[in-house]
């Protein structure tokens, strides 16, 4: 996400990192949904298809080209989630 510097993206981030510290159980994107639906005075736009771009695309020029990483996505266990609760690792 890109942010230009104001007073409701500087509150949209703090509301995320609250939001994310008391995440449990629920999906990842959850924290980022909730903020967005409770942020005022932040406006989000979709980024051009050359600033997210993945190689199948076929774009000859991106800004930023992603791998796919998140194909097959890495989630916490449970006692990875106790751990992270506790001691923030």
Known sequence: ??????????????????????????????????AVARSDNITFDCLPQTFVAIPADGL??????FSRASDNPWKMGKLERILWRVTGW
Do not use: C, N
């Not at 000859?60 to 080209?65: A, K, L, Q, S």
């Open 60 to 65: 000859g020029f991106t800004h930023v080209e």
């Open 1 to 34: 996400m890109v942010f230009r510097p104001s007073r409701g993206a500087k509150r949209f981030l703090q509301l995320w990192a609250e939001l994310s510290r008391e995440a449990s159980d629920v999906i990842d994107q959850s924290p980022l949904a909730r």
